[in-house]
């Protein structure tokens, strides 16, 4: 029994640390589709590392889509 529960332990401690860090959102602001990418693929094995990149993804998608849509409607304001 104390050896299961020692091998357990080793094991835990080989995994990655799950932690949300900024630069995961930063990226996705940056970048959303691989913001978005690394949601999908780091989901079940790092999930808050998962969030952190998702909420980049998504909050960079609405980003760049409104200021396009504001440049859309800058340009033909100004131009027309």
């Not at 960079?60 to 409607?73: D, E, K, M, P, Y």
Request: hydrophobic share 50%; net charge positive; aromatic share 12%.
């Amino acid at each position: 029994m104390d050896t299961a529960k020692n091998t357990a332990q080793r094991t835990q401690n080989k995994l990655p640390a799950d932690r949300p860090h900024f630069g995961w959102v930063l990226l996705g602001l940056l970048l959303p589709m691989a913001g978005l990418m690394l949601f999908l693929f780091l989901r079940e094995t790092r999930p808050k590392t998962a969030r952190a990149a998702g909420i980049g993804g998504a909050v960079g998608t609405v980003f760049w889509a409104g200021f396009f849509i504001l440049s859309l409607v800058g340009s033909y304001l100004i131009g027309g």
